[in-house]
């Protein structure tokens, strides 16, 4: 299973002892968008899927701050998993529509489908760090 073509690259980066290195906006116009669903992939298979109701760039650099300092639970294990390799954060800013009068952000709603496409279902999660939200 793919992500819709609508989800852009925006940044890479390789995890190497135990922090995030070789770091490259690739995308510096969505980088800065608030109201985004992302996921961070790795060989095209999806590893985690997010939001940022603030700024994006603000939520993967706070994310990746936390992976790189947090000693035990989900960041070490990320750690642990993703030691060499490289990790690509593809984001998809929707337009919000009107409805009675009001504008509403999509991105909570697409970020809750998207995990629950793409969550393992008949076996357990081999990746603890997956968004178990639902």
């Not at 992302?38 to 990746?64: E, F, N, P, Q, S």
């Not at 989900?74 to 984001?91: E, N």
């Amino acid at each position: 299973m793919k992500l819709p073509a609508s989800f852009k690259p925006v940044y890479r980066y390789k995890m190497e002892d135990g922090k995030p290195r070789k770091r490259k906006l690739l995308d510096e116009a969505l980088w800065g968008q608030k109201g985004v669903v992302y996921a961070r992939v790795y060989r095209d298979r999806i590893v985690y899927i997010g939001k940022a109701d603030g700024r994006l760039c603000t939520r993967i650099l706070r994310h990746l701050n936390r992976i790189s300092k947090e000693t035990a639970g989900m960041a070490s294990q990320y750690r642990k998993w993703a030691k060499g390799k490289t990790i690509t954060i593809l984001a998809h800013r929707p337009e919000p529509v009107r409805r009675f009068g009001l504008q509403i952000e999509l991105h909570s709603g697409i970020e809750a489908a998207l995990i629950r496409k793409f969550k393992p279902r008949s076996m357990p999660c081999k990746q603890p760090w997956f968004v178990k939200r639902t």
